[in-house]
């Protein structure tokens, strides 16, 4: 699943995008209110996102996580949508931006 706006392009996740993810949760500041805390190693990082790899291999499936680039191709962060279980019909809706985009609306 793919999203695409005027300036943005979400992709899902790929095992590729791991180191990725990995630098964009290394930042202080961007995993300060992070519930996972910061990643010390790569494996913690692949850890954390296997669950979702596995999810997309689901016919009904609960997590997603999307990789945003800018339009250009340029890494912006990470954007995910994981479903509580169907009788509370709700979701969490999380992104992590690495501090260079933050402000640009």
Not at 47 to 73: Q, T
Not at 74 to 102: C, M, Q, T
Request: positive net charge; aromatic residues 10%; charged residues 25%.
């Amino acid at each position: 699943m793919t999203l695409n706006t005027q300036r943005l392009l979400l992709s899902e996740i790929k095992r590729d995008d791991i180191e990725l993810l990995h630098r964009l949760n290394c930042y202080p500041k961007v995993a300060r209110f992070n519930t996972v805390g910061i990643s010390k190693e790569i494996s913690d990082t692949e850890s954390l996102f296997l669950p979702v790899l596995i999810d997309m291999e689901k016919s009904e499936r609960s997590i997603f996580h999307w990789i945003i680039r800018a339009i250009e191709g340029d890494f912006v962060g990470g954007f995910g949508l994981r479903l509580s279980a169907k009788r509370f019909k709700s979701a969490e809706i999380y992104y992590n931006l690495p501090p260079n985009h933050w402000g640009k609306g």
